[in-house]
Nanobody, 116 residues
Framework: QVQLVESGGGLVQAGGSLRLSCTAS????????IAWFRQAPGKEREFVAS????????YYADSVKGRFTISRDIAKNTVHLQMNNLKVEDAAVYYC?????????WGQGTQVTVSS
């Protein structure tokens, strides 16, 4: 059974940093593209960043480029999202997603709150 567990969310002041982690089990980690999405109250879930297993490339939403960094620790089956210079508009529930040619999996989410 595939399980994705997010951690690292919390309350931070604008301009601060957080590092989110997504630890996967029940899947062959290096065969999945891992992505982060977020959903703020009243808004649709949106793409934040992804790390592609096939070539190691990373992609970011324009709104987070230059501030967020996604990285993969294969030994720990974990993907991190380093978030710097956080803005009030970054506040949301952040979800981890593991996607392959065969299935698509979501974590339960971790709350990020940014105070002004």
């Amino acid at each position: 059974q595939v399980q994705l567990v997010e951690s690292g969310g919390g309350l931070v002041q604008a301009g601060g940093s957080l590092r989110l982690s997504c630890t996967a089990s029940g899947l062959t980690f290096n065969q999945y593209t891992i992505a982060w999405f977020r959903q703020a109250p009243g808004k649709e879930r949106e793409f934040v960043a992804s790390h592609v297993h096939k070539d190691g490339s990373s992609y970011y939403a324009d709104s987070v480029k230059g501030r967020f960094t996604i990285s993969r620790d294969i030994a720990k089956n974990t993907v991190h999202l380093q978030m710097n210079n956080l803005k009030v508009e970054d506040a949301a529930v952040y979800y981890c997603n593991a996607n392959s040619d065969y299935d698509n999996n979501w974590g339960q989410g971790t709350q990020v709150t940014v105070s002004s």
